[in-house]
T-cell receptor, first 115, second 114 residues
Framework: AQSVTQPDIHITVSEGASLELRCNYSYGATPYLFWYVQSPGQGLQLLLKYFSGDTLVQGIKGFEAEFKRSQSSFNLRKPSVHWSDAAEYFCAVGGYTGGGNKLTFGTGTQLKVEL | DTAVSQTPKYLVTQMGNDKSIKCEQNLGHDTMYWYKQDSKKFLKIMFSYNNKELIINETVPNRFSPKSPDKAHLNLHINSLELGDSAVYFC?????????????FGPGTRLTVT
C-alpha cells in the first residue's frame, strides 16, 4: 500500500530565509509525487509534480522539489520565503491501485512565516 | 471560469438529517473524486468515478452515496448525519483514471453536524 510521511507537523521560518519541507513515501513502483498547498479556508492548489525524468522539478511560486529514489524522498524547497507562503503543505503519492487512480496524502506541514 | 466548483461552501445541520453536496468541473476531465479532510487536516479519498462509473469506494459507510449524472458532475448525498461526519469535503477531478495525473481540487464544503 502506498503511504506518505511528513515528519514535521509545524515549521516556522523568518521571511527571506530558505525553506525545506520533508516528505518520504512508500510505493511499490515508480511513484507519481505531488506537493499541494492549502491556504486557510481554501482548497488545495498544486505546487509541482514529479512523474519521471529530471529529478529536480520546478513549480509555481518559486518552489522546487527533488526526487531521491534511494532515500524515498521528495522534499520541497524554496530559497527565500515570503510571508504569503504561510499555509499548510501536503505531499502526496499517486498511482493506479487496481481500482483506480488515487492520491494518498501525508498529514501535512503547517508553515508559519515570521516577519 | 472556475475549474472545480462545489456547493454549498458551508453546511450546518443537525444529527439525523440528510444533506447533499454538489460538485461540477468544467475541465473536460473523465475522473472525479470525493475526499474528506478531518479536524486534524488529514485528507483521505472516499470515492472516485470515471465517466460516471464508480471505481474507488474506500470503505465509506453506506450512509454516503455518491452519484454522477454525467462526467462533469459528482454529487455526494449523506443520510442520517452523525457528529463524526463533521469535516471539510473536497471534490477533485483529473484527466484520466490511470497514469497518476494530477488532481484539481474544488474549494471545499465545510460540513458541521450539531
Amino acid at each position: 500500500a502506498q503511504s506518505v510521511t511528513q515528519p514535521d507537523i509545524h515549521i516556522t521560518v523568518s521571511e527571506g530565509a530558505s525553506l525545506e519541507l520533508r516528505c518520504n513515501y512508500s510505493y511499490g513502483a515508480t511513484p507519481y509525487l505531488f506537493w499541494y498547498v492549502q491556504s486557510p479556508g481554501q482548497g488545495l492548489q498544486l505546487l509541482l509534480k514529479y512523474f519521471s525524468g529530471d529529478t529536480l522539478v520546478q513549480g509555481i511560486k518559486g518552489f522546487e522539489a527533488e526526487f531521491k529514489r534511494s532515500q524515498s524522498s521528495f522534499n520541497l524547497r524554496k530559497p527565500s520565503v515570503h510571508w504569503s507562503d504561510a499555509a499548510e503543505y501536503f505531499c502526496a503519492v499517486g498511482g493506479y491501485t487496481g481500482g483506480g487512480n488515487k492520491l494518498t496524502f501525508g498529514t501535512g506541514t503547517q508553515l508559519k512565516v515570521e516577519l | 471560469d472556475t475549474a472545480v466548483s462545489q456547493t454549498p461552501k458551508y453546511l450546518v445541520t443537525q444529527m439525523g438529517n440528510d444533506k447533499s453536496i454538489k460538485c461540477e468541473q468544467n475541465l473536460g476531465h473523465d475522473t472525479m473524486y470525493w475526499y474528506k479532510q478531518d479536524s486534524k487536516k488529514f485528507l483521505k479519498i472516499m470515492f472516485s468515478y470515471n465517466n460516471k462509473e464508480l471505481i474507488i469506494n474506500e470503505t465509506v459507510p453506506n450512509r454516503f452515496s455518491p452519484k454522477s449524472p454525467d462526467k462533469a458532475h459528482l454529487n455526494l448525498h449523506i443520510n442520517s448525519l452523525e457528529l463524526g461526519d463533521s469535516a471539510v469535503y473536497f471534490c477533485a477531478s483529473s484527466p484520466r483514471v490511470a497514469g497518476g495525473h494530477e488532481q484539481y481540487f474544488g474549494p471545499g464544503t465545510r460540513l458541521t453536524v450539531t
